[in-house]
């Protein structure tokens, strides 16, 4: 039995056009069905299987079939993303093929030697933004920033609440007093500790 070959081309917006994309994959020696090319607008920043194209030829795929892209980015958002997306389809027994990459199938020996410099890179690209993040936030709390979400409740508020709170008063009656749900009034008693 023959493979089924399938495109995927997707462009971030409306007056952007799939049409190189097909044009490129047909150049490239793959005869794709018309009806086998599924194309969509949708933004590069969407996971994978989030983009609802993706996901409904994702169910259209059987173990055999032949999936092409022109660059690795329409597999998914990030390098984490593309793994994911490729580890899937080649657990489903699809092959996908990246023009950008030689034509290479990623499912392949040769195209898992690419794959594993994809997720080396998506894990250095995940460690990086834990880093800048982790950096970020000490450099915020050394300038005295306060983190986290800002207080809808004066200083004033806070110890009338706590007062409050002493004498027994409710949650739910100095949320309503005070036009806030329970959980500020708890985490003021949170920050008094």
């Not at 490239?28 to 920043?45: D, L, Y």
Request: proline share 1%; glycine share 8%; net charge positive.
């Amino acid at each position: 039995m023959m493979s089924r070959v399938f495109a995927y081309c997707r462009v971030s917006t409306l007056d952007q056009t799939t049409e190189n994309q097909a044009r490129e994959i047909q150049t490239a020696g793959f005869a794709v069905e018309p009806k086998r090319i599924i194309e969509e607008t949708v933004s590069g920043s969407v996971a994978a299987m989030e983009r609802k194209g993706f996901a409904k030829l994702v169910d259209r795929l059987e173990a055999g079939d032949v999936l092409v892209v022109t660059k690795l980015d329409r597999l998914g958002r990030n390098a984490i993303d593309v793994r994911t997306s490729v580890e899937r389809l080649a657990a489903d027994g699809i092959k996908v093929h990246c023009l950008a990459l030689g034509g290479v199938d990623l499912t392949s020996a040769a195209g898992k030697m690419t794959m594993s410099v994809i997720s080396a890179v998506a894990e250095f690209e995940r460690d990086l933004l834990i880093e800048r993040t982790q950096s970020g936030l000490a450099r915020a709390k050394a300038q005295g920033k306060a983190l986290g979400r800002p207080t809808a409740l004066s200083k004033a508020q806070q110890q009338e609440i706590m007062d409050e709170r002493a004498k027994g008063t409710s949650l739910g009656v100095l949320a309503q007093r005070y036009g806030v749900s329970r959980a500020a009034i708890q985490r003021v008693e949170k920050r008094a500790l």
